[in-house]
């Protein structure tokens, strides 16, 4: 069982975090960041130079492929808190035809990783160990799921997919006012981990919205990576300078390591909700099936009817969380390693079962739900991407370095962050880790290794079309910030801004609690919870989700999350 009070720690530290971070208001119009319905093509990302470096690709005739790439090179200047070349992520796609695949490249642990590397002597996590500077740091994926996922479906050249990114990078570009007040606030922590000086830190004044910021190594990086591929980067100079960066702060990553590592296509995984089907990431993230067990264990009920965040809806849909993120914590991992009971954890009869002693006059104590028997505190500043071009090709993808600027270390003489993705393995088995979530032996740390992710980029169809393309950050919130987006426009016929919008709650089964943004639920549903045992607690903002729905006519609607700078652009 995880400590308490180290673990409310790390939650009140995150909700104070997120507060600071998202402080944009919600509300449930077409506001800034979205101008309305299109018919050739959207994407909708995090950051609004970054939609319009999509948005550009698709106009030249790249399809959204191209534009997701270019979106991810893009991302990785303007938006360095998750966007990222240094970490990892999860592509799921889904053709104009109907071919659905999805792309794991999920950073992974380095071949000297071991089991107990982020224990002290007594046995006990060492919990900075794993979050901050180069011992943090997973084998980066992201440039070669990139390269794949050109090399497989893109149409336009690998040169010019980069160059938006390059020339953001070379030029600079203005930072949001809240990019400015998240990189004064890490000033002393970027000038502890980079004492050599690094494009982020201001050393003349304190940032200031629309200040340029110019990343010339970054931009040199990229300029390799476009002229030679995946050896500009896990080859040649840039691999000389990872070492290099890994010999000065004790890391573990080897040119070896770079050179093994290839990201991996895998099957997605499916799943049907009301008549709607669901295409979403397999293990190694456990949001695929987690979302599809939520899914599948409230379609008896009648969420319609009840309305949306009534007490009768957050009650049910908190049983089933609490149910599934039980299951998370102990059968899931990475696939190559750890045998995921996948077939039997997406039967709707298990799930059913699951769901059987759920009591409605009384909340489940969560010491009383353990995994289902099957036969046979993660951070949340992640980013999430969705793009459907002119075809109705669609890309979602989910990218991160898993803390807010990684392990805040940037590779001299590269100029990208390095992840801290270390921390998402179980550091210790059952022991929680940034996000508070509770792992067990399938997710311990190995060689090689993947480590569980919650990322949960997806895509539903309806009548063999597209119909959404959805995801969002928020670490171990991720899934149930997905599952509420589908099911405010499934059973609440909510717009996707409204939906993307709406007020939302979270459970993860340990703690044993449920945690609501500020008026999420009206106070008289609140007190029926509480009377029933719920512990209710107001946090900040949850998640950050940025989707795309295809409406019955044909053209397509953005939701980007007022939450953040996000933006959703068509055309
Ligand atoms: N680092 C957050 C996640 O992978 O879920």
Not at 58 to 86: E, M, R, S, T
Request: hydrophobic content about 40%.
């Amino acid at each position: 069982m995880p400590k308490i009070t180290n673990l409310l720690a790390k939650l009140s530290f995150l909700f104070i975090a997120t507060t600071v971070l998202f402080a944009g208001c919600v509300t449930g119009q077409l506001g800034k960041n979205n101008s309305g319905e299109f018919k050739n093509g959207m994407v909708v990302t995090a950051h609004p130079e970054a939609s319009e470096v999509g948005i550009a690709i698709l106009k030249k005739g790249g399809n959204a492929i191209d534009a997701a790439v270019a979106v991810q090179f893009a991302l990785a200047v303007v938006y360095p808190n998750a966007g990222n070349i240094g970490g990892g992520g999860f592509m799921v796609y889904r053709s104009a035809k109907g071919e659905i695949n999805a792309l794991d490249f999920r950073e992974k642990a380095a071949a000297s990783a071991s089991r107990d590397m982020y224990l002290d002597a007594a046995g006990n996590p060492i919990v900075d160990k794993s979050l901050y500077g180069h011992l943090a740091a997973g084998v980066p994926g992201s440039v070669d799921g990139m390269v794949q996922a050109h090399q497989k479906y893109g149409k336009v050249s690998w040169q010019q997919v980069l160059q938006p990114a390059i020339d953001l990078a070379e030029n600079g570009f203005k930072i949001t006012k809240r990019q400015a007040s998240e990189l004064n606030g890490l000033h002393r922590k970027f000038m502890e981990f980079n004492p050599n000086g690094t494009a982020f830190v201001n050393l003349e004044s304190t940032w200031k919205e629309n200040d340029i910021l110019m990343q010339k190594e970054l931009a040199n990086t990229l300029k390799l990576i476009r002229d030679k591929g995946r050896a500009g980067f896990y080859s040649g100079a840039v691999a000389d300078s990872i070492v290099k960066e890994m010999q000065r702060g004790n890391g573990l990553i080897t040119k070896n390591d770079l050179d093994n590592y290839h990201a991996t296509w895998r099957k997605p995984v499916t799943g049907n909700y009301r008549g709607y089907q669901i295409i979403t990431m397999p293990p190694t993230s456990s949001g695929g099936i987690a979302l599809v067990q939520l899914l599948q264990s409230v379609a008896p009920y009648p969420l319609k009817q009840w309305g949306h965040n009534a007490d009768s809806t957050v009650q049910l849909i908190v049983e089933a969380e609490r149910r599934v993120y039980a299951d998370r914590a102990t059968h899931l991992g990475d696939p190559d390693f750890y045998q995921v009971p996948r077939n039997e954890l997406l039967d709707v009869s298990y799930n059913k079962k699951r769901m059987a002693n759920f009591n409605w006059s009384a909340a489940t104590p969560s010491s009383a739900v353990l995994a289902g028997e099957i036969k046979g505190a993660e951070h949340e500043e992640t980013t999430h991407f969705s793009i459907v071009d002119r075809d109705g090709n669609a890309v979602s993808i989910t990218t991160t370095l898993n803390g807010s600027y990684g392990a805040l270390v940037a590779v001299k003489g590269a100029g990208f962050l390095l992840n801290n993705e270390m921390d998402d393995f179980s550091v210790k088995p059952g022991a929680p880790n940034m996000y508070g979530l509770v792992g067990g032996e399938a997710n311990a740390i190995a060689p090689n290794k993947r480590m569980l992710s919650s990322m949960t980029p997806t895509i539903v169809e309806k009548d063999g079309k597209l119909f959404m393309v959805v995801g969002t950050p928020g670490g171990s919130t991720i899934i149930t910030s997905v599952f509420q987006t589908i099911i405010n426009v499934v059973d609440f016929n909510m717009s996707m801004q409204q939906a993307v919008a709406a007020k939302k709650f979270h459970h993860q089964w340990l703690p044993d609690e449920v945690y609501v943004e500020k008026d999420a639920i009206d106070s008289l549903s609140i007190k029926k919870l509480q009377s029933k045992g719920y512990k209710i607690l107001t946090r900040g903002p949850i998640g950050r989700v940025d989707a795309i729905l295809r409406t019955s006519y044909g053209t397509y609607q953005g939701g980007a999350d007022p939450r953040g700078d996000d933006k959703a652009i068509g055309y």
